[in-house]
């Protein structure tokens, strides 16, 4: 198995091991259905604003794993001992951003069907949630990587993480949730937004990560 | 004979705070260097340069040698059997064999009847220990220690002093920064004054 498949695989592994996985899925379902309880049972309101919500409560439940995709791994010395054995950080961050999307974005598209069905949405739109979601998590995972890196070893930095992370994550939000309506010219800008973030992001985890280290 | 590793006029920083200026010094195969000094003196920084973590803040290091760090922080996931922990590591070594050689350094470090165990439930010397089977199992040339005998019990820190002399007798080099006596006979000493 080449060095970045078993990093791959070591880190969905912890992910799920730790229910890291399952909580911010349960998180996503919780907050989609706190706005019918906001807004009212009204099924066309529900209908109207549904995938936005569902948009939005991707983002929030994007957040809750950002604190331990690269903080343990920075004070308990995994990365210095990938650093000794000559791996770049870059290529770290990447086998992580993999990881990460693998570990979160299915079961939260599983979870988004879910979601659908008790805001009332037609089939037509969970059609467009999903295909915006397949699109926009790998720039919503890239992201979540490279603020995890940059907050590691900081104190509260749960916290700061959505601070930075949040506004970074709007065009994404725009993008995808503007694709319920917008149809492809919304599509493409989405992809092009987390094409942009998943080139980045390992460079910007792994400058980081190595920072860190000093 | 090659250098494996080898310190020019290094000087080393922690928060822009300068620990220590102008050391030098050169490992060969068979050879071995003995860190000491107080707490808090620069030992781990040492041994962070070497390993190539930390940029010294003048000078430069050579290495000439793939390099195992054993440092304080374990780095084996707590979830998972010692054996897999180990095999996680030996998998990314540039070198064959994986298992083969996370078996040979659990038996030369005594924890063969440990490996399914999981981590989490490791002692501290146990866990020490496993850390030194890492820097076994690597087949790295030059062993980078720090602290290696802490938590230790006394028949470990012999297994410990038999493991680095059978490493310099098959050609590698060994850095070891320790408090505590440990015997690394013909050793080069640095020692680190505050």
């Given amino acids: 198995m080449s060095p970045l498949l078993t990093l791959v695989a070591r880190d969905v592994r912890v992910a799920w091991g730790e229910g890291g996985a399952v909580y ?3 998180f996503f379902l919780l907050t989609a259905i706190l706005f ?47 650093a000794v054995r000559g791996y770049s950080m870059a290529l770290v961050a990447a086998a992580k951003l993999a990881a990460h999307w693998l570990s979160f974005a299915p079961p939260l598209m599983l979870a988004a069907v879910i979601a659908a069905g008790l805001l009332g949405l037609s089939g037509e739109t969970l059609l467009k949630v999903e295909i915006g979601l397949l699109i926009g998590t790998p720039g919503l995972a890239a992201l979540a990587v490279a603020t995890s890196a940059l907050v590691a070893g900081l104190r509260g930095a749960g916290a700061v993480a959505g601070l930075v992370m949040l506004p970074l994550a709007v065009p994404l939000l725009i993008f995808g949730s503007g ?12 992809g092009a937004v987390s094409l942009v973030l998943v080139a980045g992001a390992p460079f910007v985890a792994g400058a980081a990560m190595r920072v860190g280290m000093e | 004979m090659s250098t494996l590793l080898a310190f020019h ?3 080393g920083a922690r928060g822009g705070r300068t620990l220590f200026e102008g050391l030098s010094f050169a490992l060969r195969a068979g050879e071995a260097a003995l860190v000491t000094g107080p707490n808090g003196v620069g030992k781990s920084s040492l041994i ?31 979830a998972r059997s010692l054996g897999d922990a180990l095999a996680f590591w030996a998998a990314l070594d540039a070198v064959p064999d994986a298992s083969t050689r996370v078996e040979e350094a659990l038996a030369a470090t005594s924890l063969t009847p440990i490996a399914d165990v999981p981590v989490r439930l490791l002692s501290t010397g146990q866990r020490r220990r496993a850390a030194l089977a890492r820097v076994v199992a690597s087949r790295a040339s030059v062993w980078l220690l ?22 310099r007798a098959d050609g590698g080099a060994v850095l070891l920064a320790t408090h505590l006596p440990v015997a690394l006979p013909g050793a080069q000493t640095i020692v680190l004054a505050p």
């Fill in chain 1, 24 to 26: 911010p899925v349960a």
């Fill in chain 1, 36 to 82: 019918p309880f906001a807004i009212g049972p009204d099924t066309a309101l529900l209908a109207r604003v549904g995938g936005g919500v569902i948009w939005a409560s991707a983002l929030l439940a994007a957040l809750l794993p950002v604190e331990r995709l690269v903080g343990p791994d920075a004070y308990g010395g995994t990365l210095d001992q990938l």
């Fill in chain 1, 179 to 190: 694709s319920l309506e917008g149809g492809a010219g919304a599509l493409k800008l989405l």
């Fill in chain 2, 9 to 11: 006029g290094v000087t």
């Fill in chain 2, 48 to 78: 962070r340069i070497a390993a190539g973590l930390l940029a010294p803040a003048a000078g430069s290091v050579e290495t000439g040698a793939p390099r195992a760090l054993m440092a304080e922080a374990p780095a084996l996931d707590q």
């Fill in chain 2, 146 to 167: 720090d602290e290696p005998a802490n938590g230790l019990d006394m028949a470990s820190v012999i297994a410990l002093e038999t493991l680095m002399a059978q490493h």
